[in-house]
């Protein structure tokens, strides 16, 4: 089954083709990092426009280097939530589309069963049930996953994303958006044990976390030195190494919890090489076995979201409905409701 998939609930416009036989064919991305820059963030309005803009052009381009042209399309998946309403709406439309057009289904996704199942794209797969660990600009979340569609959740933030954690710290060091990778840049010329900060809901004995307070006791430590270069390296450098540790520690527990042995890391925060080396300690000495999507596929992409569509459509008995003649998104929604049926 060939498969094309479409992601455009934020500010990355991505177009795969994954043919279940042959794996991922050609992915196609337009990150829009540099539209929203100057603005600290994204701006809705600038985003939908950007993927009415880009859809086409990387539609051409994915169809192309995979070798593929629209009639050996078997199905459209594209992300129908969470995520921004009107940049949702430009992928669920073109899908719907298509499909429409073409007389094949489409399949709404949703973004975090994208990211969860991206693993599945690496050479070395992890098996089901797992421990998923979902680190993004949105969620921070622990999942058993015992297959496709069978999620449930172990715990998550009860304030700010991880990768939100990342953005507002770097935005007060004066980093550029997104500020993950920029403050993770700059922590690697951080002198370790200048700064300890504190590790917030690391014995809480549950599943959750809490990442606002970091933030504010950045803030709070930043007031009492003058912020030169070096100092901001060293508090970036302690922030990551609070953020990092905390997401081991609780990520430990879930596998202790659920007594299963491999952790799934996926979410743009998973491409952090300081919580990689972290992890990579902690399987080592407790045992668990690690795995991630590949590098270039950890953030935003349509390659995840064409591999959940085709996941999700071999389980149909019968093979795949016929085109649904009207779509919707959902800019709100929780995974652990999504169910194994497909959801066009
Ligand atoms: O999964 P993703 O691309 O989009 C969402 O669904 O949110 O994740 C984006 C988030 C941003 O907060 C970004 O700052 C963070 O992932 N991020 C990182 C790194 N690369 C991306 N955070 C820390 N270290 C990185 N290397
Ligand atoms: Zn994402």
């Not at 794209?121 to 993004?136: C, T, Y």
Request: proline share 5%.
């Amino acid at each position: 089954m060939i498969v094309l998939g479409i992601e455009s609930s934020c500010d990355e416009t991505g177009l795969a083709v994954y043919d279940s036989d042959r794996g991922l064919l050609a992915h196609a991305l337009h990150s829009q990092i540099s539209l929203h820059d100057e603005y600290g963030g994204v701006v809705p309005e600038l985003a939908s426009r950007d993927h009415i803009r880009r859809i086409t052009p990387l539609l051409r381009d994915v169809l192309d280097r995979s070798g593929t042209t629209l009639g050996d399309l078997d199905a459209i998946a594209y992300t129908r939530g969470p995520g921004l309403a009107g940049a949702l709406l430009v992928g669920a439309g073109v899908a719907a589309s298509l499909a429409y057009g073409l007389d094949i289904p489409a399949i709404g996704i949703h973004h975090l069963e994208g990211h969860l199942l991206s693993p599945l794209l690496a050479p070395d797969r992890p098996a089901f049930p797992f421990v998923a660990l979902l680190v993004s600009g949105g969620h921070t979340q622990l999942m058993r996953v015992d297959g496709v569609g069978e999620y449930t959740l172990l715990g998550e933030t009860v304030d700010d994303a991880a990768g939100e954690a990342f953005d507002k710290t770097a935005k007060f060091l004066g980093l550029p958006y997104p500020g993950g990778p920029a403050l993770s840049a700059l922590a690697e010329r951080g002198h370790p044990g200048k700064f300890r900060f504190p590790r917030p809901m690391i014995a809480s004995g549950d599943l959750d976390f809490s990442f606002s307070g970091l933030k504010t006791a950045v803030v709070t430590a930043c007031r009492e030195i003058r912020l030169n270069e070096q100092a901001r390296a060293d508090v970036a450098h302690a922030f990551q190494e609070a953020v990092s540790d905390v997401l081991a520690v609780k990520c430990t527990a879930a596998l202790t919890s659920t007594g299963l042995t491999d952790l799934v890391v996926a979410g743009g925060v998973g491409a952090n090489r300081r919580l990689r080396a972290v992890l990579a300690q902690r399987a080592r000495t407790e045992g668990f076995r690690l795995f991630y999507p590949p590098l270039e596929l950890c953030t935003d992409n349509g390659a995840m979201i064409a591999l959940a569509g085709a996941l999700r459509l071999a389980r149909l008995s019968g093979g795949p409905a016929t085109a649904a003649r009207g779509f919707s998104v959902k800019p709100r929604w929780d995974l652990a409701s999504v169910g194994t049926m497909a959801d066009s």
